[in-house]
């Protein structure tokens, strides 16, 4: 019996023997490797400490607060992300947002792809086009909102003019003290300059895909529809996951093109998430107010985001 109790004992012993066994101690040359690559990492993370993490955290804080834009201030807690549920103005601007990221989101894809398909290849002429339609997303969206406020004046600019020979409209229409219309306005500006970057994004992804797949698939007879629902967009998938939430994040972040061509009007139809809270932090003072909203707006898009990225992925991301 001895030696089969020896026997039974000895996986136990080993088992008990490796539970205690004492962690490996680091060479000399594994703590130097460390402590250099923990110094070459150390600039970016302070750079991302001091101008992400800190700025976040502190915004947080400051919407816990009914911090002014000057004078003292007092912590309330959650004060400010209750009355938000009662606040019109933020809550119709989220809407609006909304609205206004689902018209323009498939239009800048849709314009895009059709400019990257038709650039991709050797035609003459393509690199001056190409050249063309993107030289909208360099020039700013900024200075373009100034050239639209000017083209689209009643009487005098250049839209009323043009459409009214065509019959669209009258010479005298005002574009942007309308809701509708400038909406439409800002959406047609907007499609126009973002389309461009699309393009670029996904000619990018088309140049990497092999010429050899679109000869087999030619050889076995696809069509050019087939070829692009059933090869290209499959391919593309990391490019079109990009070019949307590119898209779909400015959209939600828009701000510009609302400041300077309508400011929110008329009245405060067309105020954007970003619009309510420049207002409510500048214009009525209420910092506290505008990083609780500010925190929310993060929040939305980073779900959205998340959202997107998850869904646009393939099963082998």
């Avoid at 800048?108 to 690199?127: E, H, K, Q």
């Avoid at 639209?148 to 009214?164: K, R, Y």
């Avoid at 439409?184 to 126009?192: E, F, M, N, R, Y």
């Avoid at 970057?197 to 679109?214: F, N, V």
Wanted: charged share 10%; glycine share 8%.
């Amino acid at each position: 019996m001895a030696p089969t109790q020896a026997a039974g004992a000895g996986p136990a012993a080993g088992r008990l023997a490796r539970g205690t066994r004492r962690p490996r101690r680091w060479s000399a040359t594994e703590r130097r490797n460390l402590r250099i690559g923990l110094a070459l990492v150390a600039p970016a993370l302070l750079l991302v400490g001091v101008f992400a993490l800190y700025p976040l955290g502190f915004g947080v804080y400051i919407s816990l607060t009914n911090w002014p834009l000057v004078g003292p201030y007092h912590f309330i807690g959650l004060a400010n992300y209750q009355s938000l549920l009662h606040n019109a103005v933020f809550l119709q601007s989220i809407l609006f947002t909304l609205k206004y990221t689902a018209i323009v989101t498939v239009p800048i894809f849709v314009v895009g792809y059709a400019l990257a398909v038709f650039v991709r290849s050797n035609r003459p002429g393509t690199t001056v086009f190409r050249t063309l339609i993107f030289v909208p997303y360099i020039v700013g969206l900024v200075a373009e909102s100034f050239m639209a406020v000017v083209e689209l004046q009643p009487d005098s600019g250049t839209a009323n003019v043009v459409l009214s020979k065509l019959g669209i409209v009258s010479v005298s229409t005002a574009w942007l003290v309308h809701t509708g219309l400038a909406t439409t306005a800002i959406c047609v500006l907007v499609i126009w300059f973002a389309s461009g970057l699309t393009m670029m994004l996904l000619m990018a992804g088309m140049q990497g895909i092999p010429a050899e797949i679109y000869e087999s698939a030619r050889v076995d007879g696809a069509s050019w529809w087939r070829t692009e629902t059933r090869l290209t967009m499959p391919l593309l998938r990391r490019s079109i996951a990009l070019s949307l939430i590119i898209s779909v994040v400015g959209s939600l972040l828009a701000f510009n093109q609302f400041f300077i061509m309508t400011d929110g009007g008329p009245g405060t139809s067309t105020v954007s998430v970003v619009m309510s809270i420049y207002d409510t932090a500048f214009a009525d003072t209420d910092v506290g107010l505008a990083s609780a909203m500010s925190v929310v707006l993060v929040i939305v898009v980073g779900l959205i985001t998340f959202v997107q990225f998850r869904f646009l992925q393939g099963d082998g991301d």
